[in-house]
């Protein structure tokens, strides 16, 4: 997350967005209908939802034809209380409709963005997310056809014996607009792509090079996308006892610059080298902010998955990798074995960083996808004994957390625990149930009108995403469907059934974000496809943020008067600004409902 809207405000930079779609509702402007801007499967549930910005009374809706005829309805809708900017909600629950087309909903005098019911509503919307991380590129950047940072990273410091000594780490992604990058955000994105495409490699293309540039290769881009993260954490992980976590730091932040000519000061000079963090297990910060790391367990843990998922993957394609894959995840789940605990970011000038409290999740991770790579068990029973250590991701059921507290949203893990079995049935189902009491407390908490039971912390999307990947794999694991209406409430959420009717990623949907909080789609006016923003914060959160002030007119002011806010504006890096990790981790859901089936 970046701080540098301060630094826009500072430079008077102000502008006019690109045109959009209207997003306002039509006809009552105090009623608006939010509807999924992707679409509707046919044999989906499909819900629309009704929001009253003013008292109304709402009975009943119908659904038109594009020749305006009526096809569905009148009928009943449901009613359910105020959320955020609503005095009332109604669910308008349209499911047998099934036969493909493109409808309109009207309720109360007011009509909805087109609906689309199709087979193939999400036919390359998780391709479509890669867009984004080719642009994220540190190294070879293919959309600025140059280098980032390609001969600067990094040095490394905060290490207790070799501090100033130039480590090779040029590679990976930019975190978010900033460009620091972090192994934790980067593994788990990586993670994603291979789960993704292992699960469900029919919804991915192959239009790029590995280079990122235009041109089939022969690869999917999803597996071309994971291996260039792979790259960066090997580079990331140099010797067995070396294990690094962080590049660059919040020094970042002092310039709005293009990522080629980032002219950020590390004490090298402008547009020098960048520092490179070792995980310590000591608390973290060159400055007077520090972190609370205690160990190096967190960040093991997912290179460890990450390792021996994509040596899995490349076995066949790339053997010389793959083994190079494979001895790296032994080494580093090691590692973290032999020092639990967390490596959190480290922060400089800000006292903002990743402040993930859990590592048990990630060596369970780790651990799984090591026995799936090698067969051992000593693997498999590990997996199980942290798997017990933490249950349920601790943000499920919860009103708040911190900043990346409880991370990734969801523990990959159980289901890999599932899949791989170890031959245990009473295995399989504790894993299960596990899921199960997370997804039955975040369902708990969202009796609302839209189905929402996730606290508005920053990144709030993220959270979605990860809700509706858990309910996606429990339904999988057992065939019980309970949670399929919040689980489908997550993903129209992200993709329009929100109170703002905004499609949370860049470039999908009829109405989503134009003026996201990024230099490169601010400077050059790049549209950044692909791209998941964090999402709608609480009030409070983006009140206290420092340096937040939004730069142009808010137009969905009268949806920003309850408990959370979103602005489709460059001066809010809290609810608009894209995310590296966010976007890989909305990857393997999209990919999921891009088959015919779920
Ligand atoms: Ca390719
Ligand atoms: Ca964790």
Known sequence: MTRAGLLLLALGVSRHPPGRGDPAPQGDTAVAIRVNQLGYRPDALKVAVACALAPRVITSFRIVDEHNRTVFGPAAVSTRGPFGPCVATYRLDFSPLRRAGVYRIMAAGATSLPVRIADDVYRGAADSLLAYLREQRSGYNPVFRDSVHQHSDGVLVDHPTRSGEFIPVS???ADASDYLQYGTTTAHATTMLLLAYRDHPEAFADRFQANGLPGANGIPDVLDEARWGLAWLLKMYPEDDLLLNQLADDRDHTFWDLPVNDSADYGWGRGGRRPVYPCTGKPQGLFENKNRSTGLASTAGKYAAAFALGAGEFRARDSVFARRLAARARAVYALGAAHPGVCQTAPARSPYFYEEDDWADDMELGAVELF?????????DA????AALEPVSPWMGQDTARHYQWYPWHNNGHYEIWRTGGGSDSARRVVAEYYRRGLEAVASRARNGFRIGIPFIWC???????????????????GDSSYIEYETAALDWLFGTNPWGVSMVIGLGDNYPRTPHSVVADQLHLQLTGGL???PVYRSIFEHLRGIRLVDA???APFNTGFIV?????????TNEPIM???ANLAYVLAARSASLP
């Open 581 to 583: 990790d966010g976007t």
């Open 566 to 574: 979103y602005h489709d504006d460059v001066g809010d890096y809290s």
């Open 383 to 386: 997996a199980l004994q942290y």
């Open 554 to 556: 808010d137009e969905y």
């Open 372 to 380: 799936a790579l090698t067969s051992e068990r000593t693997y498999f």
């Open 533 to 535: 923003v964090g999402g």
């Open 171 to 173: 590679g990976g992604w």
């Open 460 to 478: 709030s999307n993220n959270l979605l995403a990860s809700f509706a990947t858990q309910a996606t794999f429990y339904r999988r694991m057992t």
